[in-house]
């Protein structure tokens, strides 16, 4: 049995999935497995994966089409077998030394459900266009998941970053529930919320992966839905920890996911040129 899972649910990634796969294999880490789900589609995905099937590391699943991003990431999820398991977009990249620095973390502190660290935002071409993103607020520290669910919620964004900067114990996940899309454009963050809801979390202080935007990307297409989408999450998060997260941290939460979403609209027009593959 390996120590970490990686799992990759893939749809429509011809363009950048075998650059994923690449950063994860490269890892200089090496007890892991590499599970791939490919979610029915319909253009060169299963092609650009060839060139890696002869890699022992490798699983290359088949999912069903229908079901949304929620049907994939649980397909993908449930066949991991690691104690710890990270879950990488297939248009995303990790950077070297990713894995060991995770997997070490979680490793070394057994409280901890959750470990994340910064990201980078990269065009199609993968291509910085902002350096370091995410742990805005968070003290550098073990500490309290429901503490973190606060500060997710007072920033109004997603303070842990996408899956990519993510590894969580496999077991809370299950525990957890699996990947929850109540709010599907914040699948991830709300279900890092029910992981954290079960534990300790400690952020990793080093840019570790690399988070693409283009234009297949599902989230893009829902630009317009963010800032309800996480108002409904943080009614949510008070919900489920009345004693730490107040109506005032709630409020502010609101406000700012507000701007972060006339934010996000802005950066998709600037750089519509640049989240083209092609």
């Known amino acids: 049995m390996p120590r970490l899972s990686v799992v990759i649910p893939a749809f429509q990634n011809e ?18 497995e590499l599970v791939v789900a490919d979610h029915a589609s319909a253009d060169a995905t299963l092609e650009r994966l060839e060139p890696f099937a002869g890699d022992p590391r490798l699983r290359i699943l088949h999912t069903p089409a229908g079901g949304g991003a929620e049907a994939n990431w649980r397909r993908v999820s449930e066949a991991a077998r690691g104690e710890f398991l990270k879950l990488l977009p297939g248009d995303d990249v990790l950077y070297p030394g990713a894995l060991e620095a995770h997997v070490t973390a979680l490793a070394e502190n057994r409280e901890v459900v959750l470990v994340s660290s910064p990201r980078d935002i990269l065009d199609a071409h993968g291509r910085v266009t902002i350096k370091n993103r995410g742990l805005q607020g968070v003290a550098r520290r073990v500490q309290p998941g429901v503490d973190v669910i606060r500060q997710t919620v007072r920033r109004g964004t997603n303070v842990f970053g996408e899956p990519g900067c993510v590894t969580m114990r496999r077991a809370t996940l299950e525990q957890a529930g699996g990947w929850d899309a109540r709010f599907p454009y914040l699948i991830d963050q709300t279900t890092y919320s029910k992981v954290l809801l079960r534990g300790d979390y400690l952020p990793i202080d080093r840019t570790l992966a690399g988070f693409r935007v283009n234009q297949g990307q599902w989230s893009v297409a829902l630009v317009n839905e963010q800032a309800s989408q996480a108002k409904a999450y943080h009614a949510w998060c008070r919900s489920k920890a009345p004693d730490t997260i107040s109506p005032s941290d709630v409020w502010l939460g609101n406000r700012r996911a507000e701007i972060m979403a006339l934010a996000r609209r802005a950066y998709y027009t600037v750089n519509r040129s640049r989240m083209s593959a092609e």
């Open 15 to 32: 363009a950048f999935i075998a650059d994923t796969v690449r950063s994860v294999l490269e890892q200089s880490y090496t007890d892991f």
